[in-house]
């Protein structure tokens, strides 16, 4: 079978990865108690490292700086099967840097300084398009002016977009998206963006309600992490309970393996939501078990044991 050739245009990241028992309060110090380390992250960046992993042809649009931590995530990419011919480098800005304040539970907070993250083009979005996407992939950690930009151009080529809906401002004006496949939020995004935080059956519906009267969307999927992911298409909606693959030790990155996932599964297998977030769920779920952003995501092999041994 044909691989899918889905291009995401996004963001890339170093991150700097921090353990702690608790996060610091106010004016409180908290001493690293599990190693620290920099490595590869950025929502755009860990959701083509998870196509790629899970299948699909992955092909990424990002800046990054001209320095170390931009050399070491291309060269990151080009091993993790990614093309990287429309990774662009910026002279002037840093490469995107992400603290990554990870608590004892495998909990984390992230700051991002976008660094040359915020300098995508309208012209470099452009030639990524040269790559004849079967499907583009965008999330909101680069100008949200240029994902809606390349959801327009994707829309008018007859090509299908997925939208990871993070970070979430509710400043952003939603209603100016073309209309996209999925659209999935985080519960902490769904919030942002409706002012529900969805976390039962009623909750998730009004939510989900509120998104789908603003965005147009074929299906809103809203990640619940430890409550598996809510799906509506503007008359039914299901809540798929998650998997578990093992202790949660980290859930940096779960939220990009599951939509990533998701996005590989609906395209491979004609557009089924319900078994491509049952799919999402069980990337998701590995994912959380181990330590770091790209290099906790699992292969489409590891997914599918996971799918076999026996459901949630
Ligand atoms: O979704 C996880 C990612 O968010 C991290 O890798 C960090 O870089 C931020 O972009």
Not at 118 to 130: G, K, V, Y
Not at 257 to 266: G, I
Not at 292 to 312: F, K, Q, W
């Amino acid at each position: 079978m044909n691989k899918k050739r889905i291009l995401v245009i996004g963001s890339a990241n170093m991150d700097l990865a921090m353990n702690m028992y608790k996060l610091p309060e106010r004016g409180e110090t908290v001493m690293d108690d599990g190693g620290v380390a920099y490595v590869p992250g950025g929502k755009g960046a860990n959701s083509a490292v998870a196509l790629a992993r899970l299948g699909a042809e992955s092909i990424l649009s990002a800046k990054l700086g001209r320095d170390l931590h931009g050399q070491k995530l291309y060269e990151y990419y080009k091993e993790n099967g990614i093309n990287t011919s429309f990774i662009k480098v910026d002279r002037e800005n840093p490469t995107g840097l992400a603290v990554v304040m990870r608590e004892g539970d495998g909990a984390n907070r992230i700051v991002v300084y976008p660094g040359a993250n915020s300098h995508l083009t309208q012209d470099n979005i452009e030639e990524a398009f040269s790559c004849l996407p079967d499907a583009v992939y965008l999330g909101f950690e680069i100008p949200f002016q240029i994902a809606l930009s390349a959801a327009k151009m994707a829309r008018s080529r007859g090509i299908p977009v997925f939208i990871d809906a993070a970070p979430a401002s509710r400043d952003y004006p939603l209603e100016n998206l073309p209309e996209v496949e999925v659209f999935s939020p985080n519960q902490a995004e769904t919030l942002e963006y409706t002012g529900i935080m969805p976390q039962g059956a009623d909750s998730s519906l009004r939510a989900a309600l509120a998104l789908y009267k603003r965005v147009r969307a074929k299906y809103i999927v809203i990640k619940q992490g430890e409550r598996g992911c809510f799906v509506y298409d503007g008359k039914h909606y299901f809540l798929l309970p998650p998997f578990r693959a093992g202790n949660v030790v980290d859930t940096t990155a779960a939220g990009d393996s599951f939509t990533a996932a998701l996005t590989a599964e609906y395209l491979r297998n004609g557009g089924d939501i319900k078994a491509a977030a049952r799919y999402g769920n069980a990337a998701g779920a590995i994912a959380v078990t181990r330590k770091g952003a790209a290099s906790s995501i699992p292969t489409d092999e590891e997914v599918r044991a996971l799918l076999n041994s026996g459901g949630y």
